[in-house]
Nanobody, 115 residues
Framework: QPQLVESGGGLVQPGGSLRLSCAAS????????MNWYRQAPGKSRELVAG????????HYAESVKGRFTITRDNAKNTVYLQMNSLKPEDTAVYYC????????WGQGTQVTVSS
């Protein structure tokens, strides 16, 4: 059964960094485009970053460009989101998504940026 498990969230001060991980199982990870989404309280879910199945191209929301980096390790069936220079407005639940016709979602991990 397809499964995505996020980890690495937590509380961090403004300007700090976090690295999110998403471990995949139950499907052929290397064939899937992987995305990170986030949803803040009272707001709709938004796409933060995406990476192609081979890891040779990425895209980012304008709000995180230059601060966040998405990478993947197909040998470990894992996708990462390195988040630097965090701002209070980055506070949200972050979700991992796998897409290749089908959509799979993780349960989310909370990121809180606050002093």
């Amino acid at each position: 059964q397809p499964q995505l498990v996020e980890s690495g969230g937590g509380l961090v001060q403004p300007g700090g960094s976090l690295r999110l991980s998403c471990a995949a199982s139950g499907f052929t990870f290397s064939r899937y485009f992987m995305n990170w989404y986030r949803q803040a309280p009272g707001k709709s879910r938004e796409l933060v970053a995406g990476i192609t199945s081979a890891g040779d191209a990425t895209h980012y929301a304008e709000s995180v460009k230059g601060r966040f980096t998405i990478t993947r390790d197909n040998a470990k069936n894992t996708v990462y989101l390195q988040m630097n220079s965090l701002k209070p407005e980055d506070t949200a639940v972050y979700y991992c998504n796998a897409r290749a016709g089908y959509d799979y979602w993780g349960q989310g991990t909370q990121v809180t940026v606050s002093s």
